[in-house]
């Protein structure tokens, strides 16, 4: 199933509770005396049950951090601030009589696939999911030069006459940057008109106000992006590359023969050394124990469940106010069917290329994520310092992305 949902499901005396394979819906909940009280936010529920902040040191000392506040807010495990209220994470349901909480999927090994039939299988879902969308609402596509949004340009080759492309500028991100430039000339090239929405000088008050009472919503520069859809994308849907790099990268690949601890992950997301965070990244571990015989890499769930199903689903709810958000990433069948493919580095950037050729092989004509030399030898260094220079290695081997060129892409 596709989109943002959140489904009740009820058999006898059972109700349980579940949604959308990547958690773009959130839930949080809680357990009270009357029964479990349920909400998008948890600001929201915070305010109709009367929670009050968590008085736990290691929770505020960790809110208090930097870390915190320049990962973007990115929360570890399945606390919130409040004392009693979680976050219900993918993959997972929620007993609406216990509160328990159960992991529904993987129950399986996944059945591994060729290139062949997962590129096809996976092109056919990503174009049918665009021209779904396109048949119900006016859609927008942000267009940049990674990976994620040439394979959603490719996949609305179709209806590329009703699609709005544009990028929108903010702090960070200028007219001269790539992920303007490339994009400007490929549309070009394509005859597509290219829309850049420059950045907002200041956020109306109103807007800022509403925005974090209901959502918490962080204070970044790309918070301005949300404004512009505010002022000027009301009624359209914009199609977001979200969640692909679930399938596509797995950046604590780079580390395959370290033991995956509450305190690794801590150190690779960036988040310190807090306590609550490692609790909370262990209490996770024990949830995934069984990873060996799903033949899933319990890092590529953490991505999916940890990161995107956290971070990434705070982007999602922040929009609300402005315009709604369709991934087309956000589908199990399309995780799935690409995590089949036997990948013995961390990248599937091989995968991308081939379907971006089966579905629309001249959005190939620029580069995709190119880097200068000087910044590619400063991410060859890192990544051998970090044990990662056979990824490195094998990843220009395959091509996957690492170092483009305009002439390499042009014979592609």
């Not at 994470?89 to 999927?105: A, I, T, Y």
């Not at 859609?139 to 006459?161: E, F, H, N, Q």
């Not at 799903?294 to 709810?317: D, K, R, V």
Request: charge should be positive.
């Amino acid at each position: 199933m596709r989109g943002r949902w959140i489904l009740l499901f009820k058999r006898g005396n059972t109700l349980k509770l579940f949604h959308d394979s990547c958690g773009m819906r959130q839930v949080f909940y809680s357990v009270q005396p009357d029964g479990i009280w349920c909400a998008s936010q948890a600001v929201t529920l915070a305010t109709y049950i009367g929670a009050e902040v968590d008085e736990n040191e290691d929770l505020r000392r960790f809110i208090q951090s930097k870390p915190f506040q320049s990962e973007e807010n990115l929360w570890p495990g399945d606390g919130t601030p409040y004392a009693g209220i979680k976050h219900l994470p993918p993959n997972h349901s929620l007993d609406m009589q216990s509160g328990k909480v159960e992991r529904f999927w993987p129950v399986k090994k996944l059945q591994p696939l060729a290139v062949e039939e997962a590129v096809s299988s996976a092109c056919r879902m990503l174009i049918g999911s665009i021209e779904a969308i396109a048949r119900r609402s006016d859609i927008m596509l942000p267009v940049t030069a990674g990976w994620d949004s040439r394979i959603l340009l490719a996949a609305s080759r179709g209806v590329s006459k009703q699609v709005y492309y544009y990028i929108s500028l903010h702090p960070g991100l200028e007219e001269d940057s790539p992920d303007v430039a490339i994009p400007s000339r490929l549309l070009s090239r394509l005859g597509l008109a290219f829309h850049i929405h420059p950045s907002p000088e200041q956020m109306d008050e109103q807007f800022v106000r509403i925005n974090r009472k209901n959502a918490q919503m962080r204070d970044l520069a790309k918070t301005r992006i949300i404004y512009q859809h505010y002022l000027h994308s009301q009624g359209k849907v914009n199609i977001s590359g979200n969640y692909s790099e679930i399938a596509r990268e797995c950046y604590y690949d780079y580390h395959p023969n370290r033991e995956v601890t509450g305190a690794f992950l801590a150190r690779y997301t960036k988040l310190g050394k807090n306590p609550f965070v490692i609790n909370s990244f262990d209490a996770w571990l024990k949830g995934v124990k069984d990873h060996e015989k799903w033949g899933i890499n319990p890092l590529t769930l953490f991505e999916w469940e940890q990161i995107f199903g956290n971070w990434g689903a705070i982007y999602s709810a922040e929009q609300d106010i402005a315009i709604e958000e369709f991934s087309p990433f956000n589908n199990r069948k399309i995780l799935t069917t690409l995590l089949a493919v036997k990948n013995s580095f961390g990248s599937r950037n091989f995968l991308y290329r081939e379907m971006i050729r089966q579905m629309w092989p001249e959005t190939l004509l620029e580069p995709i994520n190119p880097m200068s030399a000087p910044s590619f030898l400063r991410k060859m260094g890192k990544e051998a310092l970090r044990g990662g220079l056979y990824y490195g290695y094998q990843a220009l081997k395959k091509g996957s992305g690492l170092l483009t060129s305009k002439r390499k892409e042009e014979t592609t």
